[in-house]
């Protein structure tokens, strides 16, 4: 996801790298273990950060489309693709 940004000019390797570096340090600071996971949560955070930064999207636009993704999730048979529809 970072690599499309950067590539389509949104952010540049730069913010990448400082918001991922902010996010991490944050997690260290919290006394998060140094694991894939914590990685991983860092590097949505950043994602998260730079999308409210970089576009139209709100902290709340993020919050409501990863409810009905969820939503979408436990509405889905086992082995069925995820539909997720148009969020308001």
Known sequence: ?????VL??????ADWAEA???ALARAE???AEDTEAAYYGAALEALE???V???VLTPDDLRRRKEAWADAYRATPHGQPVKLGVVD
């Open 49 to 51: 950060a730079l999308t």
């Open 1 to 5: 996801m970072a690599e499309a940004l």
């Open 29 to 31: 600071g919290a006394g």
């Open 53 to 55: 930064a970089t576009t």
């Open 8 to 13: 389509s000019g949104r952010i540049t390797a």
């Open 20 to 22: 991922l570096g902010g």
